[in-house]
């Protein structure tokens, strides 16, 4: 008589095959955004923290935020008529930014002006990486001053009239040790701000942002450049 040959399959393959799959089907497709929350409201001489809100409940990430301190991004749900807000701690709440929030996209709240009116600035963030030897940099307009502001990368101006509440685009520059960053108003050197030797690390994102007031000479608000690591 011909003999069949019969193939056994251990019980523990099997398991493994079925334990598999389930774990696939079981997986669930991503729900949020990327927030981060930023300080950049002046408040004269002394320093003000704050604390970042969503639809009404305080982000543990985002609280104590001190005056020019950021929260790196906050993972929130995404949708539409997300209220965003910022809170003095201890005290009454900022302007409130209602947003929509797109599943998997990266945002910044910054609170900006001052600390007797300080209106609430929402950017979307492009974090795709630069080119190779590359770094990508970007410049915000948080002061009272409400001046117009040139924006340069060393000797080289990279965007103009840059006003009050406004953002410029991400812009590739090639990475540098030591490269001098600045924001100012020809006809009024008063306003100027920089950075006398920032990194720029090939392959990061940075925001730089421009806060304070002129009129403060002394503490917390001086006319400041920050840099923001975004990525």
């Known amino acids: 008589m011909k003999k069949q040959s019969l193939f056994i399959v251990p019980v523990a393959a099997i398991a493994a095959v079925f334990s598999g799959c389930s774990k696939s089907s ?10 981060m929350f930023v300080n950049g409201c002046a408040a004269g001489a002394t320093a003000i923290t704050l604390s970042a809100d969503n639809n009404g409940v305080a982000l543990p990430g985002a609280s104590s935020l001190n005056f020019l301190a950021y929260s790196g991004y906050q993972s929130i749900t995404a ?13 009454s709440g900022l302007d409130t930014g209602v947003e929509t929030l797109a599943i998997g996209s990266n945002y910044s709240a910054f609170a900006g002006g001052s600390i007797t009116s300080a209106p609430f600035v929402f950017t979307s963030d492009d974090l ?40 410029t685009p991400f ?14 108003e020809h006809a ?3 306003f100027s701000a920089l950075i006398s030797a920032q990194t720029l690390s090939a392959g990061r994102i940075y925001t730089f942002m421009y806060t304070g007031e002129s009129a403060v000479t002394t503490g917390a608000s001086v006319l400041t450049l920050t840099a923001i690591t975004n990525k």
Request: with cysteine; hydrophobic share 40%; proline share 8%.
């Open 171 to 184: 812009i590739e520059t090639p990475a540098a040790s030591s490269e001098k960053i600045e924001m100012l």
């Open 188 to 190: 009024y050197p008063q």
């Open 26 to 35: 079981s997986s669930a497709p991503p729900t949020t955004a990327n927030v």
């Open 128 to 167: 795709t990486a630069p080119s190779s030897g590359n770094a990508k940099v970007r410049f915000i307009n948080l002061s009272p001053d409400n001046q117009a502001m040139d924006c340069y990368l060393g000797a080289v101006k990279v965007d103009s009239g840059v006003a009050y509440l406004s953002c």
């Open 79 to 91: 949708g539409s008529g997300i209220a965003l807000s910022f809170q003095i701690k201890g005290l």
